[in-house]
Nanobody
């Protein structure tokens, strides 16, 4: 079983930046494929970015060029650097890993508003 704890959300103005962190338990973190998802009010939860063991990444088209996912295996942590934030990025952001089942963090809220 894996526990995921997100942090770093908050209120930011359009054009601003935030960095989200997700700390994971477990001794095999370096082989996990980690993902960030987000869920806006009244909408489904969507994939934002994923990073695999070794560092390969994929992004949703809506965040390409603005968001960067990275990982620090020594710290069992995955990050999401979000730049040039837009109001449509407002959502609760969740960290995810699939290990013979889906594991989610509790979520961290990001609000982009002037």
């Amino acid at each position: 079983q894996v526990q995921l704890v997100e942090s770093g959300g908050g209120l930011v103005q359009p054009g601003g930046s935030l960095r989200l962190s997700c700390a994971a338990s477990g001794s095999m973190f370096s082989i996990y494929t980690m993902g960030w998802y987000r869920q806006a009010p009244g909408k489904q939860r969507d994939l934002v970015a994923v990073i695999r063991s070794g560092g390969t990444t994929n992004y949703a088209d809506s965040v390409k060029g603005r968001f960067t996912i990275s990982r620090d295996d020594a710290k069992n942590t995955v990050y999401l650097q979000m730049n040039n934030l837009k109001p449509e990025d407002t959502a609760v952001y969740y960290c995810h890993v699939n290990l013979m089942g889906d594991y989610w963090g509790q979520g961290t809220r990001v609000t982009v508003s002037s």
